[in-house]
């Protein structure tokens, strides 16, 4: 795999990407460095990864970096959840990315089937 942008689930994670730095841009100055520094760094390590693994030359190469973006999803469910906890976020504003990021973790785990 080398053109990464083809890949669905490269595209819906960098979208979801564009979604919590629009979404994380109302929590509260004080999370700066805390909450929002940790959940867009995550959000973003999960196209970064898939970016990086596709240049790698082996399927196994590959499906390591598709492990960390798998693991980065699961830290952006948890991180949304607190923003949802703490009132950072509405529970109208956490539905959407909510159920984005329970499907780019489904095509993850099946990426990461494929790839073995």
């Known amino acids: 795999m080398k053109d990464y942008k083809k890949l669905q689930v490269w595209q819906k994670s960098y979208s979801l990407g564009m979604s919590i730095y629009t979404l994380s841009k109302e929590f509260p100055k004080e999370e700066i460095y805390g ?3 940790q959940i867009r760094r995550s959000c973003l390590s999960i196209p970064c990864n898939l ?10 190469d ?4 598709v ?10 469910e948890v991180q949304l ?5 703490f009132g950072y976020i509405k529970v ?3 539905i959407k990315p909510s159920e984005e ?3 780019i973790s489904r095509m993850l785990n099946g990426l990461i089937t494929t790839l073995s």
């Not at 590959?62 to 970096?65: A, I, L, M, Q, Y």
């Not at 959840?81 to 906890?85: C, D, H, I, L, S």
């Open 35 to 37: 909450l929002t520094s």
């Open 51 to 60: 970016a990086e693994g596709s240049r790698k030359s082996t399927d196994e």
């Open 62 to 65: 590959f499906r390591s970096f």
């Open 67 to 76: 492990h960390i973006a798998y693991g980065s999803c699961a830290e952006v």
């Open 81 to 85: 959840m607190y923003a949802k906890e």
């Open 92 to 94: 109208a504003g956490f």
């Open 101 to 103: 990021i329970s499907q």
